[in-house]
């Protein structure tokens, strides 16, 4: 087995893969409370420009959001 990463395009419903990808580019900087003051404009962008990240704006809604935030919240949590 090696080390290589293969990923598979992300779309809206992989919150929690979309998680990960938002711990990975902000890490630390972004612990629960502040996770949850992010506008979801912003968001939206963050995630749209996700390495593999396929989803369009227009698929996006504030359910898919709420639930990336969450699960980048367990994923803060998980990394303490």
Known sequence: MTNEKFELPIHWKDHEDIAMGLYEKFGDDFGESKIYRIRFTELMEWVLNLPNFKGT??????AHLEQIQ????YEWRDNQ
């Open 70 to 73: 969450s699960a980048w919240v």
């Open 57 to 62: 704006r227009e698929e996006c809604n504030e």
